[in-house]
């Protein structure tokens, strides 16, 4: 696919933007359920496509478990998955919603 940085980011904020204007974090629900089944299907795939690149090729000799950019790739797995999911359970207990402040 030969798509252009712009074309990129112009698709990213014609979703985001919106969705930022929203101030009820209930309509969150869904998007949040649609977001995490993504990621879930992401994993699976990169699960499968490891596996089978296992079983075809073995393990590599020249692979470190810890290489040089894993604190990038754990604060960045963390900072995905942090965010709604603990927010939407908090707003759910709040008992004045008028007064919730994420």
């Given at each position: 696919?030969?798509?252009?940085?712009?074309?990129?980011?112009?698709?990213?904020?014609?979703?985001?933007?919106?969705?930022a204007?929203?101030?009820?974090?209930?309509?969150?629900?869904?998007?949040?359920?649609?977001?995490?089944?993504?990621?879930?299907?992401?994993?699976?795939?990169?699960?499968?496509?490891?596996?089978?690149?296992?079983?075809?090729?073995?393990?590599?000799?020249?692979?470190?478990?810890?290489?040089?950019?894993?604190?990038?790739f754990?604060?960045?797995?963390?900072?995905?998955?942090?965010?709604?999911?603990?927010?939407?359970?908090?707003?759910?207990?709040?008992?004045?919603?008028?007064?919730?402040?994420?």
């Amino acid at each position: 696919w030969n798509v252009s940085e712009l074309t990129v980011l112009l698709a990213q904020m014609v979703i985001s933007v919106p969705m930022a204007w929203i101030r009820r974090l209930e309509f969150f629900k869904w998007t949040n359920v649609v977001a995490n089944g993504t990621v879930l299907a992401a994993l699976v795939i990169i699960l499968l496509f490891s596996l089978r690149g296992l079983a075809q090729h073995g393990p590599a000799d020249d692979i470190d478990l810890v290489g040089s950019g894993w604190l990038l790739f754990v604060g960045t797995s963390v900072f995905c998955f942090e965010c709604i999911n603990f927010v939407i359970p908090m707003y759910a207990e709040h008992e004045n919603k008028e007064t919730f402040v994420p």
